[in-house]
Structures are given as C-alpha cells and as structure tokens.
T-cell receptor, first 109, second 115 residues
Framework: GQNIDQPTEMTATEGAIVQINCTYQ??????LFWYQQHAGEAPTFLSY??LDGLEEKGRFSSFLSRSKGYSYLLLKELQMKDSASYLC??????????WGAGTKLIIKP | IAGITQAPTSQILAAGRRMTLRCTQD?????MYWYRQDLGLGLRLIHY???????GKGEVPDGYSVSRANTDDFPLTLASAVPSQTSVYFC??????????????FGEGSRLTVL
C-alpha cells in the first residue's frame, strides 16, 4: 500500500542543525516534495527532489535515495522562525501527491 | 497579487446545511485540488481537476462535489454537511503542463466547523 512516514515531533536548539527524515512506500514515484507549514497558515514549497542526491538551497537542504525510499530535510543555523510543521509528499503520477502527516519542529532558545 | 483566494476563511455550519467553499486562482494553472487537513493526519485529497471541464475523485470524495467550469474557479460543495466534515480545507493549484515540478500553490485555507 501507500505509506509515508515521518516523525511526529522534533525539538532542536536555535543555531543548531536538525535532520527530518521521511520514508515512503508508494506505487509510483515522480518526485518528492518538502513543504513548510506554520501554525494556522497554508503549506509553502521548500524543495523538490526527483534524482538521488542532495539539493541545497540556502540554510535548507534535501536529500533523496530512491532505492531506499528515503529522504531527509536538513535545516542549518536554526532560527526561531523555523518552528513549523514540515510535510513530506511523494508525487506518484503527473499530478497527485501522497502526503505524510508532517513533523512538528519546535525550536528552543 | 497573483495567487489563490479562498472564501470564506472560517464558517460555522449546522449539520444538514449545504455549503460551498470558493476557490479562485489567477495563475492560469491547469490543475486544481481540494484537500482537507485534520490533526494528526496528512493532507487528504478530496477532488481534483487536471484541466477545465474535467474533475476526478481523490482519497476522500464522499459527501463532496466539485465543478470546473473555467480555468480559474474550482468550488467545493458539501451537499448536506455532517460533523465529520469539520476540518481545514485547502485549495491548491499546479501547472504541470510546462514540464516543471508540479509544485503546488495553496490558498490560505477555510476552517469549517459543522455542529
């Protein structure tokens, strides 16, 4: 069946580094997205991986291993504003995404 | 400002009433979606439309209907609301026709409470 797993909640310290993992089992694969969602707001796009490897974008990086069904989002130099939920989603075909339940990241001073 | 507009942002509704959530985008995206988001669950797809004039059922379509008369508008209707439809509803759009990633752009959400 289709399944996307990510930790429910993580806590990290301001200025530190945190890695949020996502594992997936889907019937198809056409790319993996990471979205950020602040409480009470809409999700916003962070990254997209379709080939194996690391994609870096400023303080955020995303990694994909298709053979392992595994991705992670790496956040460096954490800031208080990074407190949010991080959603992992797999694109199976041309349009539809399968979403994980999200990881709530709590940043402490 | 380009983007997706949803209305209403919040609504309390009596069970059994009919309700339409509106969604309009001005990005000329071909695909549009309706999701519901509930605590502890991932975004769940209700209905989608790959292009104007066509719609499809998502993961949780029962009790909901949609139409796509033109590119910009994609309303979601609850024919007879039930308490289990209490949720936050997000409309989204994407443009996969140009061979890009298919990144979703979301509206700000509509919080619906059915009593």
């Amino acid at each position: 069946g289709q399944n996307i797993d990510q930790p429910t909640e993580m806590t990290a310290t301001e200025g530190a580094i945190v890695q949020i993992n996502c594992t997936y089992q889907t019937s198809g694969f056409n790319g993996l997205f990471w979205y950020q969602q602040h409480a009470g707001e809409a999700p916003t796009f962070l990254s997209y991986n379709v080939l194996d490897g690391l994609e870096e974008k400023g303080r955020f990086s995303s990694f994909l291993s298709r053979s392992k069904g595994y991705s992670y989002l790496l956040l460096k130099e954490l800031q208080m504003k990074d407190s949010a939920s991080y959603l992992c989603a797999v694109k199976e075909g041309n349009y539809q995404l399968i979403w994980g339940a999200g990881t709530k990241l709590i940043i402490k001073p | 400002i380009a983007g997706i507009t949803q209305a209403p942002t919040s609504q309390i509704l009596a069970a059994g009433r009919r309700m339409t959530l509106r969604c309009t985008q001005d990005m000329r995206h071909n695909a549009m979606y309706w999701y519901r988001q509930d605590l502890g669950l991932g975004l769940r797809l209700i209905h989608y439309s790959n292009t104007a004039g066509t719609t499809g059922k998502g993961e949780v379509p029962d009790g909901y209907s949609v139409s796509r008369a033109n590119t910009d508008d994609f309303p979601l209707t609850l024919a007879s609301a039930v308490p289990s439809q209490t949720s936050v509803y997000f409309c989204a759009s994407s443009d996969s026709g140009r061979g890009d990633t298919g990144e979703l752009f979301f509206g700000e959400g509509s919080r619906l409470t059915v009593l």
